[in-house]
T-cell receptor, first 113, second 115 residues
Framework: NAGVTQTPKFQVLKTGQSMTLQCAQD?????MSWYRQDPGMGLRLIHY???????DQGEVPNGYNVSRSTTEDFPLRLLSAAPSQTSVYFC????????????FGQGTRLTVV | GDSVTQMEGPVTLSEEAFLTINCTYT??????LFWYVQYPGEGLQLLLK?????DKGSNKGFEATYRKETTSFHLEKGSVQVSDSAVYFC??????????????FGKGTLLTVNP
């Protein structure tokens, strides 16, 4: 089972460049989320989606865009990369009902120079 | 808002030592509580969970009990192994009020176990 797949695993960008981090899940989960992980900060929610066509902002949305055209995919776009966006990014998916767990991808380590 | 506070690391132990990582939370209502583990270079994996007061989650020798009176969910293991070296995250999720998409994480505790 693939679970949650993130690509790429590593990326280096120059300041001002744009890119898209890909996230796909094959578990038919309604909920998908993007988190960033920074040293000493834990994981912070960037954007989330409760279903295809529905997205909303989390705690730290500035500089990022998302869309959810299908249940499976939830890409994260950096419009104009800044050094402050150097981080490890995790995508997660889960079902909405009951006390179910969230499944995480392997992460994308992004460095902006 | 919701918050999770877990003990600062890093924690360094010898093999077979007893482990406790403290976690306390602030949240309205009755959240579900989780411990996630992140091994080097990998994503987060669910280690254990508890969904109501006095529940005990357990997995791979790790245990944690949901204590509503002290708003705590401390992680324990009686005898750690080198393979337990990882970062451990305590997290909560409110399962009502339309917030059950979101996990609120503590800052993480790095555990290193030496042979």
């Amino acid at each position: 089972n693939a679970g949650v797949t993130q690509t790429p695993k590593f990326q280096v960008l120059k300041t001002g460049q744009s890119m898209t981090l890909q996230c796909a899940q094959d578990m038919n989960h309604e909920y998908m989320s993007w988190y960033r992980q920074d040293p000493g900060m834990g994981l912070r929610l960037i954007h989330y989606s409760v279903g295809a066509g529905i997205t909303d902002q989390g705690e730290v949305p500035n500089g990022y865009n998302v869309s959810r055209s299908t249940t499976e995919d939830f890409p994260l776009r950096l419009l104009s990369a800044a050094p402050s966006q150097t981080s490890v990014y995790f995508c997660a998916s889960s079902r909405p009902q009951g006390q179910t767990e969230a499944f995480f991808g392997q992460g994308t380590r992004l460095t902006v120079v | 808002g919701d918050s999770v506070t877990q003990m600062e690391g890093p924690v360094t132990l010898s093999e077979e030592a007893f482990l406790t990582i403290n976690c306390t939370y602030t949240a309205t209502g009755y959240p579900s509580l989780f411990w996630y583990v992140q091994y080097p270079g990998e994503g987060l994996q669910l280690l254990l969970k508890a969904t109501k007061a006095d529940d005990k989650g357990s997995n791979k020798g790790f245990e944690a009990t949901y204590r509503k009176e002290t708003t705590s969910f401390h992680l324990e293991k009686g005898s750690v192994q080198v393979s337990d070296s990882a970062v451990y995250f305590c997290a909560l999720r409110r399962d009502s009020g339309g917030s059950n998409y979101k996990l609120t994480f503590g800052k993480g505790t790095l555990l290193t176990v030496n042979p």
